[in-house]
Structure formats: structure tokens, C-alpha cells
């Protein structure tokens, strides 16, 4: 059974870093959230060390622009590990073939941008679908959409035996007041209708991969029982958390805040049922980081 608490600060001697979700624990997608910025800002101030772990399909100084604009100061975070670095690497190795058909807004195209850490990569060109070797998908062409209006060109790529790159595994995301699909939506999609669907953030292994070679980039030698993962995903952050066999703390006033009756803490009985419901077991929970 999980155990609530009601600040970072009960259980943060206990570790050494942090893996902290940005979406939904840190912001909003419009603005910082004060006083999860306190608790961070907090932590390192006593030596402890936060790795930001997100599922934007974009590089982390992209990621690092976004918060000084939202207001998460530099004094909050050491490092960024995100989904997109991890693709990004994987689309420059191959995985997906060289002709590739893109699935996103414009403001994706920085996925493209070159990546200098891959030995001879390979040449990435955009073209349409029926010229495409694999599908790279950083999120949905319209966030508002129903992912179905895809199913025409799945159906098309499916029988090509296309693969699909997913930059961003999250289903959903909230921007303020408003819910918004993901990248990971049309993958699930796609795997559904008998596709192949290669995922690199949350809660898969290469992201984790990621942030731990970001926590020894900064000279520190931690094990496992040493990190605490935080965040609001139930089926991605902790459900990576749980399958990296770190602690994670769970922000129920995220995404499941209907779920779990959040207001500023979650209601017991519902966080249980919501736990038992998803199969889930996260280590800790709390109603907003803080």
C-alpha cells in the first residue's frame, strides 16, 4: 500500500536524486507550479541531485528554453534526460530506416536537427508516406484530434510493415484547463491495428539509460535505492519507475486528480481503488509536489 505523505522534505533524506516528471508535477504546459519549484530548489540545496525525466519529443536544451519561459529556474534542476534525445539517437542510428514520414506540428522539426554525440549517422529525409521506409512520430498534427482520423494511413503503413518511432510515449497531457493527445496515443493506436511501435521514453528502459548516464555526468555514483522517481503518469512514470526498481513518489493531482478526489491531497479510499484498478504500486503519493 502506497503512503501518503504531505511534503518532498518527509522523505527526502532518504535519497540522493531525483528523477522528476516535468508535465503535470513541475507545470502545467503553461506556467511553473511555485511550490514544486520550492522543493526542488530546496532538495539540491542540500546536495541532492534532480535529473528532469520527460517525455518531450525534443532535445533538452529545447526542453531547458520551455522552463525558463514557464519560470523553473536553473536552480532547481541539474541535468534533463528527455524522450526525444533518446529517439532522436535511435532515428540517427537507423532504426527506422533513412526515408522517413513525419507525423507532428512544425514545431517538431527540431527533431531533425543534427545529433553530434552518433558516429556516422544516418541521413535522415522527410517524404510522403508512400515513400516512406519507417514513421516518426513526435505527437499528433492537431493535439485535438481523435487519434482515429489516423487509421486510413496506419492501415497503409501497416501493410508496408512500416515501423513507427514514438518520440513521446504519454496518451495524454493537460495545458492548463485543456486535455491534449500524444504521440504516444497514435502509437498505441498503431500497435493496436497490428503495427510495430518502438518507444524510447517512459516507462521504457532507454530514457532511464538516459538519465542515469546524465547523474553520472555529474560526478555521482548512485544506486538504485538511492533515487526516488517522481511524477503524475501512473502508466509512465511509475509504471517505469516500478520496472527500473526505483521508489517513486506519485503526483495524484495530475493526471488522476478525478480518480483519486484530489484537491489538495488525495481522498484514501480512492486513491486505493485507483491503485488496485491500474495495478500499481507506487512507493509514496502526495496530492501536488511540494
Request: charge should be negative; proline fraction near 6%; include cysteine.
Amino acid at each position: 500500500m502506497t503512503q501518503i505523505i504531505t511534503a518532498l522534505s518527509d522523505i527526502s533524506a532518504r535519497y540522493d536524486a531525483l528523477f522528476v516528471d516535468l508535465w503535470g508535477c513541475l507545470h502545467n504546459g503553461i506556467a511553473a507550479f511555485p511550490d514544486a519549484v520550492a522543493a526542488l530548489t530546496a532538495y539540491r540545496a542540500q546536495g541532492g541531485k534532480v535529473i528532469l525525466v520527460t517525455n518531450a519529443p525534443r532535445a533538452r536544451d529545447s526542453v531547458a528554453r520551455q522552463l525558463e519561459q514557464f519560470g523553473v529556474p536553473q536552480e532547481s534542476w541539474d541535468s534533463i534526460a528527455t524522450s526525444g534525445d533518446s529517439a532522436r539517437s535511435a532515428m540517427f542510428r537507423g532504426v527506422v530506416g533513412s526515408k522517413v514520414y513525419f507525423i507532428g506540428e512544425p514545431r517538431d522539426q527540431t527533431f531533425f536537427e543534427p545529433l553530434s554525440l552518433i558516429d556516422d549517422p544516418v541521413e535522415i529525409t522527410q517524404v510522403p508516406l508512400e515513400e516512406a521506409e519507417g514513421i516518426v512520430c513526435c505527437g499528433p498534427f492537431d493535439a485535438a484530434a481523435d487519434p482515429d482520423v489516423m487509421r486510413p494511413e496506419f492501415l497503409y503503413a501497416k501493410e508496408k510493415g512500416l515501423k513507427l518511432l514514438c518520440a513521446n510515449p504519454d496518451i495524454v497531457v493537460d495545458r492548463g484547463e485543456m486535455r491534449e493527445w500524444c504521440a504516444g496515443a497514435l502509437a498505441r493506436l498503431y500497435t493496436e491495428m497490428g503495427g510495430e511501435s518502438l518507444y524510447f521514453g517512459k516507462p521504457h528502459p532507454p530514457i532511464y539509460d538516459l538519465a542515469r548516464r546524465r547523474l553520472a555526468a555529474l560526478g555521482t555514483d548512485i544506486p538504485n535505492e538511492g533515487i526516488l522517481c517522481i511524477g503524475d503518469g501512473i502508466i509512465t512514470d511509475i509504471k517505469g519507475a516500478m520496472g527500473e526498481d526505483l521508489d517513486s513518489l506519485f503526483i495524484t493531482g495530475g493526471l488522476a486528480a478525478k480518480e483519486t478526489k484530489t484537491t489538495q491531497q488525495p481522498e484514501p479510499d480512492a486513491l486505493s481503488a485507483y491503485l488496485q484498478s491500474e495495478m500499481s504500486s507506487p512507493t509514496y503519493s502526495i496530492g501536488f509536489l511540494r
